[in-house]
């Protein structure tokens, strides 16, 4: 039998810059195979040929399905060649109901017209079947959901589609533990029913425990292929980076504990973020965990002013009372924001590199419109007010940066064709060049390879030893055990417990999230210090 897939020598080019040079790839039926690389090497480029959003004719090769040559112009001749993907930048349409996204493109029909309550019992079903009717309402726009939620909601409509090949690209970026061993066991009974999987992910826990084969892609070829079983995460990795990676900064000696910079007293917004009181100290950092809904997003977004009801409570930094009511304030007060949704809040993705890095400079002129309460809905919004200069020094401290986080992307390359994990040292980058009093980072490694990883923490330890104080918000427990000093557990938007950084354990953290722990609660009695940090 020939094998399930075949995409053989592909060539992609973006104007100048060429993303696939004569890629491989391979997979059988009923098997997962992992597709790993580094941000950039052509991992997404080679799966959005094979789902149609590149179509035939924009590239070279061949693509054969069940051996025979397919060429495939839309992502709907996807869908009918059986083909399904889950984009590592979601394809939701943010203005519809969750039931209307999960049967996009193959709503039921009565009398000739779409018939919107089967649509919405479909989903319901749908919903049920995979277990998430009780955590995701069928009838409520997506846009509202956070993006948690939305990339379930992704993953649900591909696996209820009749597909013999399933691609998924970096699905568990936004999801808690227990999602990510709820979507194994279903990716597990696709594999017994003979579907194929493509598992890009930069987890390699993940792909350790799931995938049959590992296909490395780098600089846009194929580096190689190798049987899972038979091979260690180090060879994967050095296969990726063709490089030596960075080491890692050595964890702080003790938590510093510096003049308090955030200080929250009985903060409140809605019913999501319920009487949360802590406090932040220059040099410091403090991780948010907890499970999807906790209230982890919501907290960071109330202090950069974002908040979507009535705030009460009272919020300090640097000793100072702040009523931060637009993201504008947060930023004058000394807040920096690296969001979740990198697209939509993070980024003017008409813009290009060099023009986003400097989007926050004190150079910068307006362009139009006030700067108060410009940003209540998004980051891109508020960004948009403003302009670069024609200031030279700008354009070079930008350059520097670029070279710095080692982007892959010349300087006026337009933002919206860097990777996921390039656009998001994009977003961090940003604030770099005057570092903020206080740095809010809501999942700041999402999508982001285990080569950029690393220097992305480098950058974030650099700013710890100058004094920044970090809150950040991370679904991903290795990174909050390794970057924090002090580790906030929220559960339904309020404090479940608090944990030395240094001695902490993912159980621990589990317990408190779920409410299955015994440890005291914030505020019962004495912690002991942490005495780690970003390493």
């Keep these: 039998m020939p094998p399930r897939l075949d995409m053989l020598g592909i060539v992609k080019h973006f104007g100048g810059v060429r993303a696939l040079d004569g890629a491989d790839l391979s997979a059988q039926a009923g098997e997962i195979l992992g597709v790993c690389g580094e941000n950039g090497a052509g991992k997404s480029t080679l799966l959005k040929v094979l789902s149609g959003v590149y179509p035939h004719?924009?590239?070279?090769?061949?693509?054969?399905?069940?051996?025979?040559?397919?060429?495939?112009?839309?992502?709907?001749?996807?869908?009918?060649?059986?083909?399904?993907?889950?984009?590592?930048?979601?394809?939701?349409?943010?203005?519809?109901?969750?039931?209307?996204?999960?049967?996009?493109?193959?709503?039921?029909?009565?009398?000739?017209?779409?018939?919107?309550?089967?649509?919405?019992?479909?989903?319901?079903?749908?919903?049920?079947?995979?277990?998430?009717?009780?955590?995701?309402?069928?009838?409520?726009?997506?846009?509202?959901?956070?993006?948690?939620?939305?990339?379930?909601?992704?993953?649900?409509?591909?696996?209820?589609?009749?597909?013999?090949?399933?691609?998924?690209?970096?699905?568990?970026?936004a999801l808690t533990a227990d999602e990510c061993e709820r979507l194994m066991a279903w990716l597990r009974e696709l594999k017994t029913r003979g579907t194929t999987c493509l598992y890009v992910s930069h987890r390699m826990d993940e792909v350790f425990a799931l995938t049959d084969r590992i296909t490395v892609l780098r600089d846009g070829r194929t580096a190689g292929t190798v049987v899972t079983a038979e091979t260690q995460p180090h060879q994967v990795i050095s296969m990726m980076v063709g490089r030596e990676l960075p080491k890692a900064a050595p964890r702080a000696a003790a938590n510093p504990r510096g003049a308090p910079a955030l200080e929250l007293v009985s903060l409140r917004m809605g019913h999501v973020v319920n009487d949360v009181s802590l406090t932040v100290h220059d040099g410091e950092v403090v991780a948010l965990a907890g499970a999807m809904g906790a209230g982890r997003t919501a907290l960071l977004s109330t202090l950069f002013g974002c908040a979507e009801a009535r705030v009460s409570g009272t919020i300090k930094i640097a000793g100072r009372e702040q009523r931060l009511r637009s993201p504008a304030d947060a930023i004058a007060a000394g807040l920096a924001l690296v969001p979740e949704d990198r697209k939509g809040r993070g980024l003017v993705l008409s813009l290009s590199v060099a023009e986003n890095l400097a989007l926050v400079n004190p150079s910068l002129r307006r362009r139009r419109g006030s700067i108060a309460g410009a940003m209540h809905q998004s980051m891109a919004a508020f960004l948009d007010l403003f302009a670069p200069t024609d200031d030279l020094a700008d354009e070079q401290a930008a350059l520097a940066r670029i070279d710095e986080m080692r982007l892959r992307g010349e300087a006026r390359a337009e933002v919206a064709t860097l990777s996921g994990g390039n656009q998001q040292k994009v977003v961090l980058g940003k604030w770099l060049r005057r570092p903020p009093r206080v740095l809010l980072l809501d999942e700041p490694t999402r999508g982001v390879d285990v080569g950029a990883r690393e220097e992305i923490y480098a950058l974030l330890a650099e700013l710890n030893r100058r004094g920044t104080a970090i809150l950040m918000a991370s679904s991903d427990l290795q990174e909050v055990l390794r970057l924090a000093h002090r580790i906030v557990v929220l559960r339904h938007g309020r404090i479940a417990g608090e944990l030395p950084g240094a001695t902490a354990t993912m159980e621990e953290i589990v317990n408190l999230s779920t409410g299955a722990g015994t440890l005291a609660p914030m505020g019962a009695g004495p912690l002991r210090e942490a005495q780690g940090g970003l390493r």
């Design 57 to 173: 004719g924009s590239y070279r090769g061949e693509v054969r399905v069940d051996g025979t040559l397919v060429a495939l112009r839309s992502t709907a001749e996807a869908r009918r060649a059986g083909i399904g993907i889950v984009h590592q930048e979601l394809m939701l349409v943010p203005e519809m109901s969750v039931a209307a996204n999960l049967m996009l493109g193959r709503e039921p029909m009565r009398f000739g017209l779409v018939d919107d309550l089967a649509i919405e019992a479909s989903a319901r079903a749908l919903l049920a079947q995979f277990g998430v009717a009780g955590e995701i309402d069928a009838a409520q726009p997506v846009g509202e959901l956070g993006i948690g939620r939305q990339q379930i909601v992704e993953i649900v409509r591909a696996l209820s589609q009749d597909v013999r090949i399933l691609v998924l690209d970096e699905p568990t970026a």
